[in-house]
């Protein structure tokens, strides 16, 4: 394969414990440490494996996001990508930028660039939606492995053999390439980037894009209306006999 | 006082220390719920001449908070009452009871955090923190407790209660400050019963950056350079020799080590109020380091995620340690020249046995923890070739014998060779008067000589004389 592109999004950091804001119009943003969404960076790191086996020539990072976004691509470059694109939209990119503006985003971006590969995380940690990659594929009229647990692109690069998670258990699909795949949690353990690579990541090509300008509606189709946290955990309740549990199992907890 | 248990079952978890190294033999243990059930035990047991041993947490690593005997243990873990923040001061009020992470999680809430971190967080209590002066691993970017105590409510042995936090505010210049006599006594001058603290701003964003050094050296102008580079963003600068992270790998087996070479493995920890600021400056202390020689090789966490797992590697160690068998655990300072000598020397002196000998610590507070593991158990041989040579070695190149841990009951017998006599005679008179008849914490901190005892030794526990109280 010649070229793989490789979709990051900058969310929240997983392990940040999230506020909603005193409007209750999203989650609070201001001062909360933010990174590449886990998935992005699995994804980040079967790029650069592909290329690492010789199985690709170039990997490029890109981003949809606000200006930020531009240190995410910078991990992605300090990871061993090759390239960046940043497309530029301060539209908030949790709540505001929907999946399918993203993957019409992403399509303009691939019409540009000829991947034979696209690889994203499953979803984001943030919206979790899980559509960008099955819509992005679908616009692209390109076959699709979601949910990638195991990637093995052929010799030939004419083809990929995905192992997809499934509810059951795991599939074992053949597709032929270009193709989108999405990665889930088992595909690989990505690396940490290194010292030689953070200090090349600086000099590496990023090139920012306008959303606005690559002809996207990005005006949103499902608004969020109001956001508001779990209702606090009820303390436990301890129960005298056999038939009270199973009372409040049948009566209260609904689960009997 | 509302709870208080008795005999052998009851009281053993409150005999035992955490490393289960020392055991005492309390057969009774009170848990009070207030400072005034706090003064009641201490007035009933001064008047009856019964010794008593605070207790927090127990995770001290001196044995300083079980008891040697039978003392009553005084428990804290009731005063667990966080009484709030001061948003506009800064200053978090709270029981002497409440647990580190405990705090630290209720003031991240409101976009603060503790001015201390160490790895027993999730089981000390604030009021033992201050009562050891704690250090832990932001001690670097925080400095010492003893900075950020800005009042203490404590109970002297006669019961009688002392509230200087009753003015919550960081300037207050009035008088002796008898809290700065509580921090770090130990639990020998009074029960700390409520603290008022001093807490920075919990930074939004932190980064993590883990590098092998060649020698020690080399870790030594990593250090110098961490400080030139990152200034007022580092928030901890650790050290790993490889024994020390051998071991955390061998008992935490899911994580490994992300970088190769060298002898040393230096933890650097930037946490500031703006992301693409502190990365710019890490890059450039990477970038420097590497110029200058001093990094053969380092990765940076890109995410909190990973940024936990490289700290578990460093934090993992203690345990590994005394879970491989009997550990002789030292917590030293040195000169920063002179830290990892120790170190080579002690490997020297031990050549003869099998053991399993690791240096790592706080390099930015010049603090060694040295840990000399023995899988077969404990072996007087291997003790009697460390001790008293660590402490005289430590002493002879102008460094101190306990540099966090405090001294306990571990240490007294060799305060001397840190202090002065003119400085323990001082200490002594103190704990007399504060304390005339000798029952708080006995056997801990001051050596019996020096403190002396009280009329009617030997100190008992007379179950015929108890009251219902």
């Known amino acids: 394969m010649r070229k793989v592109l490789v979709g990051v999004k900058r969310v929240v950091d997983y392990a940040v414990r999230v506020r909603v804001s005193a409007d209750k119009s999203g989650v609070e943003l201001a001062n909360t440490k933010m990174s590449m969404n886990p998935f992005c960076e699995i994804a980040v790191e079967e790029a650069i494996r592909l290329k690492e086996k010789g199985a690709a020539e170039e990997v490029v990072a890109v981003s949809i996001g606000p200006k930020q976004a531009q240190e995410t691509l910078r991990s992605a470059l300090a990871m061993g990508c090759d390239r960046a694109i940043h497309v530029q939209t301060d539209i908030r990119s949790d709540q505001g930028l929907n999946p399918l503006a993203i993957a019409q985003l992403l399509e303009k971006v691939v019409e540009k660039e000829s991947p034979d590969l696209v690889i994203v995380g499953k979803q984001s940690i943030d919206g979790d939606h899980a559509t960008t990659a099955p819509m992005l594929a679908e616009l692209l009229g390109w076959s699709q492995a979601t949910f990638a647990a195991r990637l093995d692109v052929a010799a030939d690069g004419a083809s990929a053999e995905v192992e997809r998670e499934t509810d059951a258990g795991t599939e074992v699909v053949k597709l032929p390439l270009p193709a989108v795949i999405s990665a889930d949690l088992r595909l690989n353990t990505p690396r940490y980037p290194k010292l030689p690579n953070i200090m090349k990541a600086k000099k590496k090509p990023l090139e920012a894009l306008e959303a606005a300008d690559l002809g996207v509606d990005l005006a949103p189709t499902l608004v969020v209306t109001g956001v508001a946290p779990p209702p606090d955990r009820a303390a436990g309740v301890t129960v005298e006999s056999v038939d009270d549990l199973v009372d409040k199992l049948k009566n209260e907890a609904a689960v009997i | ?469």
Request: glycine residues 10%; aromatic residues 6%; charged residues 25%.
């Open chain 2, 1 to 469: 006082c509302s709870r208080v248990l008795e005999g052998v079952d009851a009281c053993a978890p409150y005999n035992t220390d955490w490393m289960r190294k020392w055991e005492g033999r309390a057969r009774v243990v009170a848990e009070p719920a207030s400072t005034e059930e706090v003064s009641a035990v201490l007035k009933h047991c001064d008047r009856r001449r019964l010794a008593v041993v605070p207790q927090g947490g127990k995770t001290g690593l001196v044995g300083g908070s079980v008891p040697v005997h039978d003392e009553v243990v005084l428990s804290t873990r009731r005063l667990d009452k966080i009484e709030g923040l001061d948003e506009d001061t800064g200053v978090a009020t709270c029981g002497a009871g409440v647990v580190l992470a405990d705090l630290d999680a209720f003031l991240r809430d409101k976009g603060f955090c503790a001015p201390l971190d160490l790895g027993a967080a999730g089981t000390c209590t604030v009021g033992g923190n201050l009562a050891t002066n704690a250090g832990g691993v932001r001690f670097v970017r925080y400095g010492s407790l003893r900075g950020a105590t800005v009042g203490v409510e404590f109970v002297t042995a006669d019961g009688t209660v002392v509230d200087c936090a009753g003015t919550p505010l960081r300037k207050d210049n009035t008088g002796y400050a008898l809290p700065q006599l509580l921090v770090g006594s130990e639990g020998t001058l009074g029960v700390i019963t409520k603290v008022a603290l001093a807490v920075p701003a919990a930074p939004s964003s932190v980064g993590v950056a883990w590098l092998a050094c060649d020698d020690f050296g080399a870790v030594r102008r990593t250090l110098r350079l961490a400080r030139t580079h990152l200034g007022e963003v580092l928030s901890a600068i650790e050290f790993l020799d490889l024994p020390a992270r051998d071991a955390a790998l061998r008992a935490q087996p899911d994580l490994s080590d992300p970088v190769e070479g060298g002898s040393f493995r230096v933890l650097v920890e930037v946490a500031g109020s703006d992301a693409a600021h502190d990365d710019e400056k890490l890059n450039r202390f990477l970038e420097a380091s590497a110029e200058a020689g001093a990094v053969l090789d380092g990765v940076v966490a890109a995410s909190t995620t990973k940024a936990r797992e490289l700290w578990r590697v460093r934090e993992g160690v203690s345990d590994a340690m005394s879970n491989a068998g009997f550990v002789f655990k030292y917590d030293v300072s040195l000169p920063p020249a002179r830290l990892y000598d120790l170190v080579d020397e002690a490997r020297a002196r031990l050549a003869g046995f099998e053991l399993d000998v690791a240096g790592y610590g706080h390099v930015g507070d010049s603090n060694l923890h040295l840990n000399v593991c023995d899988a077969t158990g404990y072996n007087a041989a291997v003790h009697e070739t460390l001790e008293p040579w660590v402490y005289e070695a430590v002493a002879a190149a102008g460094g101190s014998i306990s540099a966090e841990h405090g001294v306990g009951q571990c240490k007294p017998d060799h305060l001397h060779l840190n202090k002065p006599a003119a400085a323990i005679d001082l200490m002594a008179a103190i704990k007399r008067t504060l304390d005339p008849n000798l029952i708080l914490n006995p056997y801990k901190v001051l050596p019996a000589a020096a403190v002396g005892r009280p009329r009617g030794f030997p100190l008992f526990c007379a179950d015929d004389e108890r009251d219902d109280e």
